[in-house]
């Protein structure tokens, strides 16, 4: 390390201790008789410590290496940080007269300092149980107080921002519904930046508006549900209309090649993390405008199977006959290549999908948007493939608990004919996805980014049929993989004489 | 020694030449063929897009070429359109974008099948058959107020399209009481049933594609029989040893 880094790391610590200190005074404060003295030393703090977390934050996430250990103690450490504040900052208003001119001050910095926490279990897990109850009370007291919608500046990632507590409030809780691990740090770094942009249009209403919107139930201990409340007790609604306005003008923004916000921190992230937001939104979008749908059952189980990462290995091992037989076995290849199995803990399954647990494998982290297959049994043919949507740690020491979204239970590995192959030596994998409709519209092919770039018409041996196909577009994609869907150009049977013309055609449909 | 060492550079620095630029030297191993577009002359190639004759206002900062706001409308362009377009440009192709407009509404993604086909016409403002593709889907989308506005901007661009008449046609049906759609002849199927539609997002006439879609799709599965589907059955599974 060069002295200068040695340098600036000595001078962070130093940072660090000094806003500890601060912290640790004020939480003395408020365990003492009077709590309310620290509630200046609480407001004056976030122009100071704000900066310097966006200066730890700002290396780790626009780093393209995998975390580092320094990196994971100095984000344990913003998490720390940012709970004990919003702990003090709960207690000291609490404490304060009901009238208190700083009331209002105290309420949003806290409400921010509870966002902020909640953010990072994206990166340290998600720490329950969350303060909802707490969040809540603090927007009853700013409701009955008539200042939820009260203009307040604060000053966040070097611009001073128009917020009210309501939009605080909302924005913390939003937060921790999008927190569950189906975005990535950078990518809820701009969903928040998005969210501080909003927050003027961010009003709540107290009838549900049509459709499933989020709603808020201030006299629970939980976090955001959807649709209309049966009960009758107390809920904030947030309508849609003023969301989609937002989310229409980002996108009119990528348009005119603007990102928006223009500076801070989440301006500074590329074009595809945006895109992958506003497809998070436009989903949750698309959520509230329909029916309320409650989920599909979720079956605890507690299973250890054999997962199979990416497209190669799903074709080669997952969907291979040969490997069926050999399942739960050790293959003699396995020992010879030390081929490690990558083994999951399996812990509910619905019809959509799958909930595992992973311990720290030596086969590398399976992080999200990967591919992945298993098998759910030796003599079960059932081969789940699925997407990774959720991907959240659990443990300290570094294991995660997973989602997979379900796309097929019947993948197949398809004959690809030689000589019809892309522009690689190699033929391309191909993992055939049916679709749940009879119709065949709705069927795909798994194919590697490369091979869906460079592919151009590809043969395929159906049963006694050889079937020319083009890619035509892209139903879902991932970490190096394209569910394509495509188009026949050409269906004939293998012994016809277009087919005769090419041994390759013959051969492969003889093998299939 | 020395010319056995001076030989192994040499050789490895011919390797590393021919590994970044392919073997026939001529193009960047990154650069990739054209995607095979199939023959589609009917359709009126769009005329280049317009360059700014003065210092563009910050909205159309992205006409300028190889301006930072046209390279973030390029990548935006190729991340939410993967496989249809790998920058603004491509959406010239409008044999590729007109039917990935059709699928996305036939996926029932008609939103994104509006802002495909706004992206190309603002790439290509005076290209009738993108602007009609974009109304027709309006129209089958039932959105009176899309297709009004989108009539209204088609009317300005383009005043002389023999097409208005067919435009006007169906405007009348969806939104009865526009002005900009007259009053016209009142066909019979007014009141009766939807109209016919015009076709300008390219749809295929015969079945023939749906027909082979369907027997890839049963063909594939009872030739896959070892890949039976099933619901997940908790008991169908064992603890891996």
Same mark, same amino acid.
């Given at each position: 390390?060069?002295?200068?880094?040695?340098?600036?790391?000595?001078?962070?610590?130093?940072?660090?201790?000094?806003?500890?200190?601060?912290?640790?005074?004020?939480?003395?404060?408020?365990?003492?008789?009077?709590?309310?003295?620290?509630?200046?030393?609480?407001?004056?703090?976030?122009?100071?410590?704000?900066?310097?977390?966006?200066?730890?934050?700002?290396?780790?996430?626009?780093?393209?290496?995998?975390?580092?250990?320094?990196?994971?103690?100095?984000?344990?450490?913003?998490?720390?940080?940012?709970?004990?504040?919003?702990?003090?900052?709960?207690?000291?208003?609490?404490?304060?007269?009901?009238?208190?001119?700083?009331?209002?001050?105290?309420?949003?910095?806290?409400?921010?300092?509870?966002?902020?926490?909640?953010?990072?279990?994206?990166?340290?897990?998600?720490?329950?149980?969350?303060?909802?109850?707490?969040?809540?009370?603090?927007?009853?007291?700013?409701?009955?107080?008539?200042?939820?919608?009260?203009?307040?500046?604060?000053?966040?990632?070097?611009?001073?921002?128009?917020?009210?507590?309501?939009?605080?409030?909302?924005?913390?809780?939003?937060?921790?519904?999008?927190?569950?691990?189906?975005?990535?740090?950078?990518?809820?770094?701009?969903?928040?930046?998005?969210?501080?942009?909003?927050?003027?249009?961010?009003?709540?209403?107290?009838?549900?508006?049509?459709?499933?919107?989020?709603?808020?139930?201030?006299?629970?201990?939980?976090?955001?549900?959807?649709?209309?409340?049966?009960?009758?007790?107390?809920?904030?609604?947030?309508?849609?209309?003023?969301?989609?306005?937002?989310?229409?003008?980002?996108?009119?923004?990528?348009?005119?090649?603007?990102?928006?916000?223009?500076?801070?921190?989440?301006?500074?992230?590329?074009?595809?993390?945006?895109?992958?937001?506003?497809?998070?939104?436009?989903?949750?979008?698309?959520?509230?405008?329909?029916?309320?749908?409650?989920?599909?059952?979720?079956?605890?189980?507690?299973?250890?199977?054999?997962?199979?990462?990416?497209?190669?290995?799903?074709?080669?091992?997952?969907?291979?006959?040969?490997?069926?037989?050999?399942?739960?076995?050790?293959?003699?290849?396995?020992?010879?290549?030390?081929?490690?199995?990558?083994?999951?803990?399996?812990?509910?399954?619905?019809?959509?999908?799958?909930?595992?647990?992973?311990?720290?494998?030596?086969?590398?982290?399976?992080?999200?948007?990967?591919?992945?297959?298993?098998?759910?049994?030796?003599?079960?043919?059932?081969?789940?493939?699925?997407?990774?949507?959720?991907?959240?740690?659990?443990?300290?020491?570094?294991?995660?608990?997973?989602?997979?979204?379900?796309?097929?239970?019947?993948?197949?590995?398809?004959?690809?004919?030689?000589?019809?192959?892309?522009?690689?030596?190699?033929?391309?994998?191909?993992?055939?996805?049916?679709?749940?409709?009879?119709?065949?519209?709705?069927?795909?092919?798994?194919?590697?980014?490369?091979?869906?770039?460079?592919?151009?018409?590809?043969?395929?041996?159906?049963?006694?049929?050889?079937?020319?196909?083009?890619?035509?577009?892209?139903?879902?994609?991932?970490?190096?993989?394209?569910?394509?869907?495509?188009?026949?150009?050409?269906?004939?049977?293998?012994?016809?004489?277009?087919?005769?013309?090419?041994?390759?055609?013959?051969?492969?449909?003889?093998?299939? | 020694?020395?010319?056995?060492?001076?030989?192994?550079?040499?050789?490895?620095?011919?390797?590393?030449?021919?590994?970044?630029?392919?073997?026939?030297?001529?193009?960047?191993?990154?650069?990739?063929?054209?995607?095979?577009?199939?023959?589609?002359?009917?359709?009126?190639?769009?005329?280049?897009?317009?360059?700014?004759?003065?210092?563009?206002?910050?909205?159309?900062?992205?006409?300028?070429?190889?301006?930072?706001?046209?390279?973030?409308?390029?990548?935006?362009?190729?991340?939410?359109?993967?496989?249809?377009?790998?920058?603004?440009?491509?959406?010239?192709?409008? =044999?590729?974008?007109?039917?990935?407009?059709?699928?996305?509404?036939? =996926?029932?993604?008609?939103?994104?099948?509006?802002?495909?086909?706004?992206?190309?016409? /603002?790439?290509?403002?005076?290209?009738?058959?993108?602007?009609?593709?974009?109304? /027709?889907?309006?129209?089958?989308?039932?959105?009176?107020?899309?297709?009004?506005?989108?009539?209204?901007?088609?009317?300005?661009?383009?005043?002389?399209?023999?097409?208005?008449?067919?435009?006007?046609?169906?405007?009348?049906?969806?939104?009865?009481? =526009?002005?900009?759609?007259?009053?016209?002849?009142?066909?019979?199927?007014?009141?009766?049933?939807?109209?016919?539609?015009?076709?300008?997002?390219?749809?295929?006439?015969?079945?023939?594609?749906?027909?082979?879609?369907?027997?890839?799709?049963?063909?594939?599965?009872?030739?896959?029989?070892?890949?039976?589907?099933?619901?997940?059955?908790?008991?169908?599974? =064992?603890?891996?040893?």
């Amino acid at each position: 390390m060069s002295t200068a880094a040695l340098s600036q790391l000595a001078s962070l610590n130093e940072e660090r201790l000094s806003f500890e200190g601060r912290i640790q005074a004020m939480e003395a404060v408020v365990a003492g008789s009077n709590p309310k003295a620290c509630a200046g030393d609480f407001i004056d703090l976030l122009p100071h410590i704000g900066p310097f977390i966006t200066a730890l934050k700002r290396p780790i996430l626009m780093s393209q290496l995998p975390w580092t250990a320094e990196d994971s103690v100095a984000t344990r450490w913003i998490y720390d940080v940012c709970h004990r504040l919003a702990v003090v900052g709960r207690e000291t208003g609490a404490a304060i007269a009901l009238s208190d001119p700083s009331g209002r001050m105290l309420a949003a910095h806290t409400l921010f300092y509870m966002g902020e926490a909640l953010k990072c279990e994206i990166a340290i897990g998600v720490q329950k149980p969350h303060d909802y109850a707490g969040l809540h009370a603090i927007m009853k007291w700013a409701i009955s107080h008539r200042c939820e919608c009260a203009r307040i500046a604060l000053a966040l990632d070097g611009a001073v921002a128009a917020c009210t507590i309501e939009g605080l409030y909302f924005r913390a809780l939003l937060l921790a519904d999008f927190a569950g691990g189906n975005l990535s740090c950078q990518q809820i770094e701009i969903l928040d930046a998005w969210i501080v942009m909003w927050m003027p249009m961010i009003r709540s209403a107290r009838i549900c508006p049509p459709g499933a919107p989020r709603r808020a139930d201030l006299d629970s201990e939980a976090g955001l549900r959807r649709g209309p409340r049966t009960d009758g007790g107390p809920s904030l609604y947030l309508p849609q209309p003023p969301i989609e306005k937002a989310y229409r003008a980002i996108v009119q923004a990528l348009h005119e090649g603007q990102v928006l916000p223009e500076k801070g921190l989440a301006s500074e992230f590329p074009v595809e993390e945006h895109v992958a937001v506003l497809e998070v939104i436009r989903e949750a979008l698309a959520r509230s405008r329909g029916d309320y749908a409650p989920r599909h059952d979720r079956r605890p189980a507690s299973v250890i199977v054999e997962a199979h990462v990416g497209i190669e290995e799903i074709a080669n091992s997952a969907l291979s006959t040969p490997d069926r037989r050999q399942f739960g076995a050790r293959r003699p290849t396995d020992i010879i290549f030390e081929h490690k199995r990558r083994l999951l803990h399996l812990v509910d399954v619905s019809e959509l999908g799958l909930g595992f647990e992973e311990a720290e494998t030596p086969r590398g982290e399976i992080t999200l948007g990967d591919i992945i297959a298993v098998r759910l049994g030796p003599a079960s043919p059932v081969v789940a493939l699925g997407k990774v949507v959720r991907r959240i740690p659990v443990t300290e020491q570094g294991g995660f608990s997973l989602g997979v979204r379900i796309l097929s239970k019947a993948p197949q590995r398809v004959v690809v004919a030689p000589g019809t192959a892309t522009k690689n030596a190699a033929a391309p994998v191909l993992i055939y996805v049916p679709g749940e409709d009879d119709s065949g519209r709705h069927d795909g092919f798994l194919v590697s980014e490369r091979d869906f770039a460079q592919a151009g018409p590809i043969s395929v041996c159906v049963g006694a049929s050889i079937v020319t196909l083009r890619f035509n577009r892209v139903r879902d994609r991932g970490r190096g993989w394209i569910l394509a869907g495509f188009e026949i150009l050409d269906a004939r049977a293998a012994g016809s004489r277009s087919a005769e013309a090419d041994p390759g055609l013959t051969a492969c449909a003889a093998r299939h | 020694m020395d010319f056995t060492v001076a030989f192994v550079l040499t050789y490895l620095l011919v390797a590393l030449a021919i590994a970044n630029r392919g073997w026939t030297g001529l193009a960047p191993r990154g650069a990739r063929a054209a995607p095979v577009i199939a023959d589609n002359s009917h359709v009126t190639p769009p005329p280049p897009r317009p360059a700014p004759a003065h210092p563009p206002a910050r909205a159309d900062a992205w006409r300028v070429p190889n301006s930072p706001q046209a390279r973030t409308r390029d990548r935006y362009v190729a991340a939410r359109f993967p496989g249809i377009a790998r920058r603004a440009a491509d959406l010239a192709k409008l =044999e590729r974008v007109i039917p990935a407009a059709r699928l996305f509404f036939e =996926e029932g993604q008609g939103d994104r099948a509006i802002e495909l086909l706004d992206l190309a016409t /603002e790439e290509y403002p005076d290209s009738d058959a993108l602007r009609l593709a974009q109304l /027709e889907i309006a129209f089958l989308l039932r959105d009176a107020a899309l297709f009004c506005d989108r009539a209204r901007e088609f009317r300005q661009v383009l005043p002389q399209s023999p097409e208005w008449s067919e435009i006007a046609r169906l405007g009348r049906h969806i939104a009865p009481g =526009e002005p900009l759609f007259g009053h016209g002849i009142q066909s019979p199927e007014r009141s009766e049933c939807w109209p016919a539609t015009p076709n300008w997002i390219q749809m295929s006439w015969d079945l023939a594609a749906e027909v082979l879609a369907a027997e890839f799709h049963r063909e594939s599965r009872r030739g896959a029989s070892h890949c039976a589907e099933g619901s997940l059955d908790m008991t169908e599974m =064992e603890v891996v040893s």
